[in-house]
């Protein structure tokens, strides 16, 4: 990256600017000794804004820099003094609160690796992730220490409650003085599993500021900004989030669960400036009565940002949200493997609302046929994406990273073409459906179907067909009110799409089945409608 861009990105933002001349040179040896993750991030931070709010949550309320980074520091010292060094690995199951991530930082400053499991895993899925990524601890809510001792990990893993290691650092003797790990610890986040079980992918430890600044050229986030982290810290879109908060030094207001209500009336009491979630969650924050204290957009004066990712942003609720809350709504589309591919800013979502935007300078966006060639223009490939924080491989169960060639693109998994300038998602590469031999996008049927007035959701796929190979099937839940019947359904379709992409099955249930962090669990769906077909 241009490094006169990157100075004048940064100053634009007000990370780069006027200060002490002690603490900039403090925020300087923090980075050069503990490096750009989340030791030497959270080190800057508390150096830098010492007395400034790390930190908001319902249980600890107001945390300061200098205190999170004290209790991180006593997790480090609490873990090392139970037999975690520098390599190991430690799973952390746990919701959104300070009390995680305390544990975060103190994995990170121990030189450890940190494994973020999801929160809405079985507990024999837990089992099953501590033995493949070889856990030697696992660190979880206090209430999920129930569900978890009923399926004990194998392999001597030890079970450790938050709040009882919290206790334990706080209690600990003298300090001994901490210095940086031999190895830089990584962190791991478990891929969503829609496709299949969930594997572990390397985050890459910046080797610069090129990501952050890739990310704020496009998504307006400013150094001391208040940021309500709404999706889950164990997402890469919310740990991703927490990492862009802690480099701006930003205040973080935390809520252990998601709901709509909590999370409007955050904004609004917190004055946050920027909301980080993902798009399901804001469909229901659009589903809440309007406030009584007046327009959301009045009430929320500060908000700049509200920045989604982790699955498909629908057309009409792009438009639907930026109506109610203005123009802040910027879309990241990416991967837990590729970080980001693009992103879509306000104006190229009222320009058309069904695009991923383009790619933030770094990064290097490629549409291919089967063969590696470039695509023209408008016609639907392969989906490639570079950039300087794309994971490092798959962690594999010996405790290593099967690594990836440095130089190599990444293979999102999805179909896309450009067209404009701009670069739009079709769907899942295994998710077309080839239907009496034509090619079909269930995401295109979605995204007709999504824009009925009747349609509150939809969810489309392809199910077995003796004579056709495969038939489109469109899963539907109808707005509070509405009736619409399957013909109608197919009807809506007809009208705007060819005959081979009308779905020959429509089912209308209830709501549709989504993990945690708010996918449609697509497949799930459409195994129990060929299971009692």
């Known amino acids: 990256m241009n490094p006169l861009r990157a100075v004048v990105t940064l100053t634009r933002r007000g990370v780069l600017g006027p200060g002490l001349p002690h603490l900039q040179l403090g925020q300087l040896a923090a980075l050069a000794g503990w490096g750009l993750g989340l030791a030497g991030e959270l080190r800057q931070a508390a150096i830098r804004s010492a007395d400034a709010v790390a930190v908001i949550d319902e249980d600890a309320g107001p945390v300061t820099y200098a205190a999170l980074l004290a209790r991180a520091e006593g997790v480090a010292r609490e ?288 549409i291919v046929d089967d063969d590696g060639r470039d695509v023209a223009p408008g016609r639907v490939g392969q989906i490639l994406c570079g950039n300087d924080f794309t994971f490092e491989g798959y962690t594999s169960g010996s405790g290593g990273v099967e690594a990836r060639r440095a130089d190599a693109l990444v293979d999102t998994g999805d179909l896309g073409h450009q067209r404009d300038g701009l670069v739009f998602v079709d769907g899942r590469a295994d998710d077309m459906v080839v239907s009496g031999g034509e090619n079909v996008y269930p995401a295109e049927v979605e995204n007709l179907l999504q824009d009925h007035p009747a349609v509150r959701e939809v969810a489309v796929c392809g199910i077995p067909d003796d004579e056709f190979g495969q038939r489109l099937a469109a899963f539907v839940v109808l707005e509070p009110g509405h009736t619409l019947t399957a013909e109608e359904v197919r009807d809506h379709v007809r009208a705007h799409r060819a005959r081979h992409v009308v779905p020959r099955e429509v089912v209308f249930v209830d709501a549709l089945p989504r993990n945690a962090t708010g996918k449609v669990l697509v497949r799930e769906l459409c195994a129990r409608y060929v299971g009692r077909a």
């Open 79 to 366: 873990l090392r003094a139970r037999g975690l060094a520098p390599g190991d690995r430690l799973g952390l199951v746990a919701h959104n609160h300070v009390g995680a991530v305390a544990v975060m930082g103190g994995v990170a400053l121990l030189g450890a690796d940190l494994v973020l499991l999801n929160t809405g895993m079985a507990a024999e899925q837990v089992a099953s992730v501590c033995a493949e990524q070889d856990l030697s601890a696992l660190v979880h809510d206090e209430e999920l220490a129930g569900s978890l001792a009923s399926s004990r990990p194998r392999g001597g893993v030890a079970l450790i409650a938050e709040p009882d290691l919290a206790a334990a650092a706080a209690l600990a003797g003298p300090h001994t003085r901490l210095s940086p790990p031999p190895r830089v610890g990584r962190t791991v986040v478990l891929t969503s599993g829609t496709t299949g079980r969930p594997k572990g992918a390397a985050r890459r430890n910046p080797a610069g500021v090129g990501p952050l600044v890739s990310v704020v050229d496009r998504i307006p986030v400013r150094a001391r900004d208040t940021i309500h982290i709404a999706a889950p810290l164990f997402h890469t879109w919310g740990y991703a989030a927490f990492q862009l908060a802690l480099a701006m030094r930003a205040t973080v207001v935390l809520r252990r669960r998601f709901d709509p209500l909590t999370a409007r009336a955050a904004l609004v009491d917190e004055s946050c400036a920027a909301l980080f979630a993902v798009p399901v969650m804001l469909r229901r924050m659009l589903d809440l009565p309007p406030d009584p204290r007046g327009p959301i957009h009045e009430l929320t004066p500060n908000l700049r940002v509200v920045a989604t990712s982790g699955s498909a942003l629908p057309a009409g609720l792009a438009t639907r949200f930026m109506d109610e809350y203005g123009e802040v709504l910027y879309n990241l589309y990416g991967s837990t493997e590729a970080s980001w591919v693009s992103i879509a800013t306000p104006a190229d979502l009222r320009r058309d609302p069904d695009t991923a935007g383009t790619p933030p300078r770094g990064t290097v966006v490629r």
